[in-house]
């Protein structure tokens, strides 16, 4: 019996026998392409888009560049998760998703080039960075190209790329490593939804084994500017009202929105740690709340030795703190502030917790849990 050859079936398409349009919800959607396969190799997929192509951005992508298969799945999914954590993003900015989660997002700070937005998004987890998709919110330049082509990515995402830069993308006498990069150019953010008063009419929906299936609202942020970030307060029934004593600075409260902004695409449990406009550690998919701020905090500190801390960092948790352990682990890694939702029946002690440590926190008064 000939053995399989298990590396190509990542590089073969899997094909499914899926229709040209299909009706969802009264909206007919037509099929844009059968991607190289779904989740897993031998899961066929194809990717559906509305036929009336009104305010598309991710339905409204362009392959400028292939690669040798095309899109899996899980492409599009990293796509999707990197573009709703960048339309939030007033600043160029750059997200690098894997799995579903970013696992490095950065936003230019005092004039940096785009080229070094990348980098520091690239290396707040330079490891899990490899096979990445890269999203952009703004056009691409040479210079981030040929950065990019110095580590091996699957794809690249941007409202657009200069003609330098896509033919840096196909200098293979250059850049031999990553011959199958896919540059997939999609229309400006701005046109999506992003804060609950701006309304849409899409909803999500979680199809289940027996074809049985949830609909909701998607995610849209009541969060808008630092001033919806409140100070931290507590009117306990025994022990009365408690107050952050420590405002948070100017850059704190920057670093938190930003902080707070990438949250809404990780998977929950899931925490932030944040530092002048740069993700240093994400938290992700833990079952309880310290689990996630411990995972962030090893991961931060296997980064930054010798000279460098967590000093002056931030971290924002996507849901409460039910304790202050998370608290005590995250300041004696050096964290300054937190942004949270608020509301724990412990908030009292979350809030006294911060004030022995001499740190700051923020109330968002909502929750960004995403189950994805």
Avoid at 29 to 50: I, S
Avoid at 84 to 113: F, R, T, W
Avoid at 128 to 136: E, K, N, P, W
Avoid at 167 to 181: A, E, G, M
Wanted: hydrophobic letters at 40%; one cysteine or more.
């Amino acid at each position: 019996m000939d053995k399989p050859d298990l590396k190509a079936m990542y590089r073969t398409r899997t094909e499914g026998n899926f229709p040209d349009s299909v009706d969802v919800l009264g909206r007919t959607l037509k099929k844009v392409e059968d991607l190289r396969y779904g989740t897993n190799p031998h899961q066929p997929a194809a990717f559906y888009r509305p036929a009336d192509g009104n305010g598309l951005v991710l339905g409204a992508y362009k392959l400028l560049k292939t690669g040798k298969s095309g899109l899996s799945q899980t492409n599009i999914e990293d796509m999707h998760h990197a573009i709703g954590i960048l339309k939030y993003l007033a600043q160029p900015s750059c997200a690098v998703m894997k799995h579903c989660n970013p696992s490095g997002v950065a936003m230019e700070v005092d004039g940096i080039p785009m080229a070094e937005v990348y980098r520091r998004a690239r290396d707040a987890d330079a490891q899990a960075a490899f096979g990445s998709v890269v999203a952009f919110n703004q056009t691409v330049d040479a210079d981030t190209a040929a950065e990019i082509m110095g580590s091996i990515v699957e794809g690249v995402v941007a409202p657009g790329f200069e003609d330098d830069a896509l033919d840096t993308f196909n200098d293979f006498d250059r850049f031999k490593r990553n011959k199958q990069i896919r540059i997939i150019e999609v229309p400006p953010l701005d046109s999506l939804p992003r804060y609950m008063d701006d309304g849409t009419d899409v909803l999500e929906m979680k199809v289940f084994d027996d074809g049985s299936m949830v609909l909701a609202q998607p995610y849209l942020s009541v969060v808008k500017t630092t001033a919806d970030l409140i100070p931290a307060f507590c009117d306990h029934a025994k022990k009365g009202r408690i107050d952050i004593g420590r405002a948070a600075t100017d850059r704190e409260l920057s670093d938190l929105l930003f902080a707070w902004y990438v949250n809404i695409h990780v998977r929950s449990n899931g925490c932030v740690i944040a530092r002048n406009g740069q993700t240093l550690a994400v938290g992700t998919g833990e079952q309880d709340r310290v689990g996630a701020v411990q995972q962030a905090v090893i991961k931060a500190r296997d980064k930054y030795t010798g000279d460098e801390s967590l000093d002056g960092a931030v971290l924002a948790s996507d849901g409460f703190f039910p304790f202050r352990d998370a608290i005590d682990a995250a300041a004696e890694a050096g964290i300054s502030a937190f942004a949270q939702p608020g509301g724990s029946v412990n908030d009292y002690d979350v809030i006294a917790a911060c004030n022995e440590l001499n740190c700051s926190m923020v109330f968002t008064q909502e929750r960004c849990f995403s189950h994805h």
